[in-house]
């Protein structure tokens, strides 16, 4: 098993809550993370046992009599029932900080029983699966990503080639077909992608057209990277555009994809915006589009637009998995200029190229300029690509190799 960077953080939201909710799509590690920093005291179920599921659904009350805290619940959007008996528990028993730990893969249906019934008591952190840095076994040294001129030692990590950083791509985030290579990757996805449509998808939101839905997926796939367009994904697929949109959310709710807002002062004006659609695992992304090697994706037509997704996930890993946010946008202005990536810290911008190079060039970031117009602090911006090492490009602007994020 793998260190997580995130463990850090579960253990302090546990010293101030009494509930802690680790969300995330399915097989990212969540169970494992927790049973892993448990104590040997705390029990561990999961309402993936249908049996367990019944109780819990049928008699919240009996279910928690047989089962207190500590206490982890694996999948806990399975019995919704439970949250109010969960609040009546804390509220009523002497219970300690960290007393229960869920986890659940249906972020709506989660956050609709969390703000019903738990708010205030509840922890609420997003796991993603496997950084690089949790790959190489340098959890610890995974920091909030900015650019930088320098890494401290204890972040430096060891060069890899152009093919290796595909090779990384193609394979993945999941824990299971990172640690398991004799695990066929071809039955892995397919596994996974029944699975969520059979269980997820078709239990929570009564999808009667089981490989329309897949086919929407695909599409998805085929797009990360790219402004969300319903129009043309629902033509391609055959389905209204409603449809498209409401299948969207399920994607975002449910953890599979994310939907990155564009950079406008005017809040009001961003959230109205057509976004940018990211897949949040590279390899799951890979398989849907049938990329059969690393070889291929990294000569394919979707070379830079899987490259974007996975700096753009490294970038959202290093964040979430240390606790935090990020205030984190695209930009395009009606002069079709484009960043792919700013993040907002301390009311400094800081815009992020990423290009399939390992020698960029001044016209890579010619964009960058266009922020001096907002009226809000610059700071260094980054290239980040193949390039061997960071090496600074301007005084404004750093080439950052993908691996070191």
């Known amino acids: 098993m793998l260190e997580r960077t995130m463990k850090n953080h579960i253990k302090k939201v546990s010293g101030a809550f009494k509930i802690v909710l680790l969300e995330g799509q399915r097989q990212v590690g969540k169970s494992t993370l927790l049973s892993g920093i448990a104590e040997p005291s705390r029990k561990y179920i999961t309402l993936d046992n249908i049996k367990l599921r019944t109780l819990a659904k049928n008699d919240p009350e009996l279910f928690l009599q047989q089962n207190p805290p500590p206490i982890i619940i694996d999948e806990v959007q399975y019995a919704p029932e439970l949250f109010p008996f969960i609040k009546i528990y804390v509220d009523t028993h002497p219970t300690k900080t960290g007393s229960f730990w869920l986890t659940g893969s249906q972020r709506f249906i989660l956050m609709q ?71 066929s990757r071809e039955v892995y996805f397919n596994s996974y992608i029944q699975s969520y449509i059979e269980r997820d998808v078709k239990d929570f939101y009564n999808i009667s057209k089981p490989l329309q839905f897949y086919n929407f997926i695909v599409a998805c796939a085929a797009r990360t990277g790219s402004l969300i367009n319903y129009a043309s994904l629902a033509r391609d697929i055959g389905i209204d555009l409603k449809t498209a949109q409401t299948w969207m959310g399920i994607l975002e709710r449910s953890g599979l994809v994310y939907l990155l807002q564009p950079y406008y002062l005017n809040v009001t004006k961003r959230l109205i915006k057509t976004p940018k659609l990211y897949f949040l695992d590279t390899g799951l992304c890979s398989y849907l589009t049938r990329w059969e090697s690393p070889e291929t994706l990294m000569n394919g037509a979707m070379d830079g637009a899987i490259l974007e997704t996975y700096v753009f996930g490294e970038i959202l890993k290093s964040y979430w998995h240390n606790g935090e946010n ?44 266009v922020l001096e117009k907002l009226g809000k602090t610059t700071g260094l911006g980054a290239v980040v690509c193949l390039q061997k090492e960071r090496i600074p490009i301007t005084r404004d602007v750093i080439s950052i190799p993908v691996w070191e994020i």
Do not use: H
């Not at 690089?132 to 959890?139: D, F, H, I, N, V």
């Not at 930009?331 to 993040?343: C, G, L, P, T, V």
């Not at 016209?363 to 960058?368: E, G, I, P, T, V």
């Open 113 to 183: 029983n969390v703000q019903e019934s738990l708010a205030g008591r509840v922890a609420i952190i997003d796991l993603l699966g496997l950084s690089y840095r949790e790959k190489c076994s340098l959890a610890s040294s995974s920091k909030l990503f900015l650019p930088k001129m320098k890494l401290t030692k204890t972040q430096i990590i060891p060069q890899i080639t152009p093919a290796n950083v595909y090779k990384r791509i193609w394979e993945g985030s999941f824990p299971e077909p990172v640690l398991n290579k004799k695990l």
């Open 326 to 369: 990020p205030l984190i946008y695209f930009y395009r202005d009606d002069d079709q200029k484009e960043i792919d990536f700013i993040i907002e810290k301390n009311m400094t911008l800081y815009p992020i190229e990423v290009k399939k190079t390992s020698n960029p060039q001044a016209f890579d970031f010619k964009n960058f300029r």
